[in-house]
């Protein structure tokens, strides 16, 4: 089991940059492919970005492909989530996510078995 803990969000005017964290405790850290999704109010949790065990392949939505990096430490058991550019629509609670499976989609929440609390994001106009 691992456990899941995010951290960096904040507000931020549009056009400004924040660096999410999520520091992963319990078992090995490069048994797990790690995803971030993201809910805004009265919206389902959509998927932003995910990146496979050894940091090799990165996976991003459309809308904030170019804006979002991904990337990985597991000497550090922590991913990142790199945000420029942002707009008032990246607001959001923006959620770590772990599976330590084969899945057959990144961008499916039902994929991942290990979440976090969730860290807020607001971009201001």
């Known amino acids: 089991q691992v456990q899941l803990v995010e951290s960096g969000g904040g507000l931020v005017q549009a056009g400004g940059s924040l660096r999410l964290s999520c520091a992963a405790s319990?078992?090995?850290?490069?048994?797990?492919?790690m995803g971030w999704f993201r809910q805004a109010p009265g919206k389902e949790r959509e998927f932003v970005a995910a990146?496979?065990?050894?940091?090799?392949?990165?996976y991003y939505a459309d809308s904030v492909k170019g804006r979002f990096t991904i990337s990985r430490d597991n000497a550090k058991n922590t991913v990142y989530l790199q945000m420029i550019s942002l707009k008032p629509e990246d607001t959001a609670v923006y959620y770590c996510?772990?599976?330590?499976?084969?899945?057959?989609?990144?961008?499916?929440?039902?994929?991942?078995?290990?979440w976090g609390q969730g860290t807020q994001v607001t971009v201001s106009s």
């Open positions: 996510a772990a599976r330590d499976f084969y899945g057959s989609s990144w961008q499916n929440s039902y994929e991942y078995n290990y």
């Open positions: 319990g078992r090995t850290f490069s048994s797990y492919g």
């Open positions: 990146i496979n065990r050894s940091g090799g392949s990165t």
